[in-house]
T-cell receptor, first 113, second 117 residues
């Protein structure tokens, strides 16, 4: 079965630096990947979606890449701020054409002032 | 736009009782709703997918007789945890998707913290 893994359970970085989070998947290549942010005790909030035919997607200080050869997506936050501290989750659909969404294990990011 | 409201945010119940959690899409029609469960420091585990007017599709290992899902309208889905036990204590989160493609983002409620004593 498909597994989706995020390499670090936790990541601490200094304010102003770029945070890079990794999402790896096994088996089949999803048609797209989504990234969400989750704050403690809250539901996830959608950030970005990237399709398999897109190499890179940007939104303000966020950048996502998708490498189907490496079976990996990278999520970057540039000029990080303490307010960026949260858990970041990657997600993909279950199978081609399926309408459900499965989540990775998440990476808890802490930006230190 | 695309607000999902989930109630209650917290509930404490005694073992053996049933608890109902509501999930409402406030400003859009949710053709599909999803129920997730999250244990501390773990990711979201999909429990079931429900389409309006039809029976929910449960993920492997999720007891459909224990976790009753009703999606009676395009704006409301409910999850009832029947005969709750302490091991059912968890964070339950619903999400909804409106009309459109299957890869459109999900909109999540803020979750329900269930504690069974």
């Amino acid at each position: 079965s498909q597994k989706i893994e995020q390499n670090s359970e936790a990541l601490n970085i200094q304010e102003g630096k770029t945070a890079t989070l990794t999402c790896n998947y096994t088996n089949y290549s999803p048609a797209y990947l989504q990234w969400y942010r989750q704050d403690p005790g809250r539901g996830p909030v959608f950030l970005l979606l990237i399709r398999e035919n897109e190499k890179e997607k940007r939104k303000e200080r966020l950048k996502v890449t998708f490498d189907t050869t490496l079976k990996q997506s990278l999520f970057h936050i540039t000029a990080s701020q303490p307010a960026d501290s949260a858990t970041y989750l990657c997600a993909h659909q279950g199978q081609t054409g399926a309408n459900n969404l499965f989540f990775g294990t998440g990476t808890r990011l802490t930006v230190i002032p | 736009g695309a607000v999902v409201s989930q109630h209650p945010s917290r509930v404490i119940c005694k073992s053996g009782t049933s608890v109902k959690i509501e999930c409402r899409s406030l400003d859009f029609q949710a053709t599909t709703m999803f129920w997730y469960r999250q244990f501390p420091k773990q990711s979201l585990m999909l429990m079931a997918t429900s389409n309006e007017g039809s029976k929910a599709t449960y993920e492997q290992g999720v007891e459909k007789d224990k976790f009753l899902i009703n999606h009676a309208s395009l704006t409301l889905s409910t999850l009832t945890v029947t005969s709750a036990h302490p091991e059912d204590s968890s964070f339950y989160i619903c999400s909804a998707r409106g009309r459109g493609s299957n890869n459109s983002p999900l909109h999540f409620g803020n979750g329900t913290r269930l504690t069974v004593t």
